[in-house]
């Protein structure tokens, strides 16, 4: 199959590929997605093999209005209207009760829930309005591996398996979506995002964090946290993020036969030496590393099999970071 290209001035194509039933992969602030017509059970099938993907993890569906999002919810929690009034359009899933038989049971995992988010993104947005349904989008990659955020990576991944690519450059935030269950007694955070705990306690109050979150050994509520995500083939290991452990980390890389590749700050580049494989995220923020972690990786990857990566702070979008990081670390941190 041939995999088209298309942009915001070539959606009206694009949303006649998934009105008919295709993958198309598109935009979103946090990664990009592979859409498919939720409604559709031979597309929503597509979407698993394409991916090979764990056929137990459900499937996020994006919504371009409140409207759609009514059409196929059960019941309507009391706390969604400050959230979707505060948070959407934007980086936050929330789980809602789904009404029976709406989807088909690969959309849900066979729960009786769905995860919907608005993603801002007028690409995404048009989209969802043109082909009038509301899309699945798991992240553009192939399972296990990081999420894609431009349409070169979804494009590495998926080419000749899917019908279109809608290029929109690099995703503005560069990790997938704060997903948050509305269906128990308190607001619980499954997967943290950009939208952070404080945060959503500013608009809702008290929020919870899926026990996993916390203790390793328990099994996550999201079906998808289980899996090891995000990990390219190299061993990544993370490095506490000083200058005086960067030197230390240099040190420890010159010793090494195999090819070390540093993701690190551009006020840190001066300090590698001329030959050495670097990804620099800019600004020596967690923002800006958020924003290049899956990019630096998937680079790096091509040619390192050990990458270096630093730790922040596990505060505001630094808990987000750190699981997505200590993920792809397998929890290894560097020891000299
Ligand atoms: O930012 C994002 O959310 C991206 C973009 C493309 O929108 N999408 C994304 O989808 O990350 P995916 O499929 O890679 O991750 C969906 C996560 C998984 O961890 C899954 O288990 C969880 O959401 N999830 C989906 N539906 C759920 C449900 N009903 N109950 C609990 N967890 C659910
Ligand atoms: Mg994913």
């Known amino acids: 199959m041939q995999t088209e290209l298309f942009t915001f001035q070539t959606l009206e194509?694009?949303?006649q590929c998934i009105r008919s039933g295709e993958l198309v992969a598109f935009p979103t602030e946090t990664v990009y997605g592979?859409?498919?017509?939720a409604f559709d059970e031979q597309a929503v099938k597509k979407v698993y093999q394409v991916k090979g993907r764990p056929?137990?993890?459900?499937?996020?569906v994006h919504v371009s209005d409140e409207a759609m999002l009514r059409s196929f919810i059960a019941s309507w929690p009391p706390l969604a209207s400050l959230l979707i009034e505060a948070f959407w359009p934007g980086p936050l899933t929330l789980i809602f009760p789904v009404k029976k038989n709406c989807f088909p049971s690969q959309v849900t995992g066979g729960l009786a829930t769905v995860g919907v988010r608005m993603p801002q993104n007028n690409c995404a947005l048009t989209l969802i309005q043109k082909a009038n349904v509301p899309l699945?989008?798991?992240s553009a990659n192939t399972s296990g591996k990081p999420s894609p955020t431009t349409a070169a990576h979804v494009y590495h991944d998926l080419h000749g398996k899917i019908a279109g690519i809608i290029d929109d450059g690099s995703t503005a935030i560069g990790i997938e979506s704060t997903v948050l269950d509305l269906t128990g007694a308190l607001p619980c955070v499954l997967r943290p995002g950009a939208v952070t705990i404080e945060q959503l306690e500013a608009v809702i109050g008290q929020v919870t964090v899926d026990a996993h979150l916390l203790h390793e050994q328990q099994a996550p509520k999201a079906p998808g946290m289980k899996y090891k995500h995000y990990a390219p083939n190299a061993q990544v290991l993370i490095v506490e993020n000083t200058q005086a452990s960067w030197q230390r980390a240099l040190q420890w890389a010159q010793k090494q036969s195999e090819a070390v590749g540093f993701f690190i700050s551009q006020d840190l580049r001066p300090f590698l030496p001329k030959d050495c494989l670097f990804f620099s995220f800019?600004?020596?923020?967690v923002e800006q590393?958020?924003?290049y972690?899956?990019?630096g990786l998937r680079a790096l990857d091509e040619q390192a099999t050990?990458?270096?990566?630093?730790?922040?702070?596990?505060?505001?979008?630094?808990v987000a970071y750190m699981n997505r990081l200590k993920k792809a670390a397998n929890q290894t941190f560097l020891e000299y």
Request: aromatic share 6%; hydrophobic share 50%.
């Open 306 to 318: 050990l990458i270096l990566v630093p730790a922040f702070s596990e505060k505001g979008l630094g």
């Open 55 to 60: 056929s137990d993890n459900p499937l996020i």
């Open 34 to 37: 592979l859409g498919a017509n």
């Open 289 to 291: 590393a958020t924003k």
């Open 13 to 15: 194509a694009a949303a």
């Open 136 to 138: 699945v989008g798991p």
């Open 293 to 295: 972690l899956f990019a």
């Open 282 to 285: 800019g600004e020596n923020t």
